[in-house]
């Protein structure tokens, strides 16, 4: 296990071992942590609640792990979550067995969880950090979790690289983050998604909620799946979780934020669930005389990811009419793109 000393979060570009990614405002950061810290009171009864199950769950939905089966076995593993808030995920991985760590931004969200932890009497290392630059040595981890922590809060171009930094060959990256049509189709005020596209899905990357400052990350299709497979993932499965049916078109809170509160008009949103292994050190073969075959002159597949359809929505329209620069959902399957064939290569 690595080091699990506090760490104030360096300038972003500054840790071992990160990719620097686009240019960002260095303020999300501490931005956040401050939102969190304002925000941890309401945090409490939804974690209480949470350390009291023994049945793990994920999202705003509680959909339950057994269901989903998203996690290896973890009894004996060195486990660490990203942005772990009132560590409930981290309380019920250690219950099975795992050496955890939970790591989170906010000394709030992380206060909480260690007086969950004292009325539970199951402590685990938590450290107060910056999941984009974590203070951990490189491969300390077989399993690195997010359920909503460093998966929408964290840069993904800073993340992403930190969390292979920390996995063993081996390890597992899973996580839970929002929908894109989430993202595209959320107001900035605190309301539910609504059925319209509100944003551009191209360049989606950096999203700034006007209403209370809070800054999220979310990458389309592509710039994701490049990502991943740039710091040497492979792409075990994205499992896209449903709401129950019967959950209520419910009103009044951004489904980002209000765990429980609402189910956006879009419908049954899925939440992506993307699911990523770090692979043994492999080599990647790449056959530009294979063009036409998804197999390339050694034998093996290559990724052959056709998605079609998503260059058809666009906002266009006339800048000053703003509601012919949005465009409807129903008229786009923007759902889909999540679902295409990932092979190993
Ligand atoms: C919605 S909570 C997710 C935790 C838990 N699954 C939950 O639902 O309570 C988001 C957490 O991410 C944390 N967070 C935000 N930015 C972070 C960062 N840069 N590094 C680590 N944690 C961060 C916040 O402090 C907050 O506790």
Redesign the pocket.
Known sequence: MGDCEAHLPSPPGSGPGLDPGPPQAPDH?AS??AL?DAWSPK?VAM?RHAWASDDPDWGIWSVPERDVRALPPVDGRDVVE?????AY?SAWLARRGARVVG????SK?LATARTLQQEHTLVFPLVHA???HAPFRDQSFDLAIS????AI??DPYRWIPEAARLLRPGGELVFLRNSILFSLCAPDAEEPAGDRLLRDYFGLHRLEWTDDGAVNFSLGVGPIIRLFRENGFEILDCIELQAPSGTPVAVGGNLARA?GAALSSVGEAPMSYAIVKFPEPREVFIDDQAQGSNLSATGRPRILFVNAGIHTFRLGGNDSDPASQQVDVAECPILDPFVGEFKKC
Request: a negative charge; proline letters at 4%; aromatic letters at 18%.
């Open positions: 950061v956040n942590r969190w945090w974690g990203l942005g772990c808030g009132t995920w790591l989170d931004n906010s969200q910056d999941a984009e359920e909503y922590g460093a809060w964290c765990p």
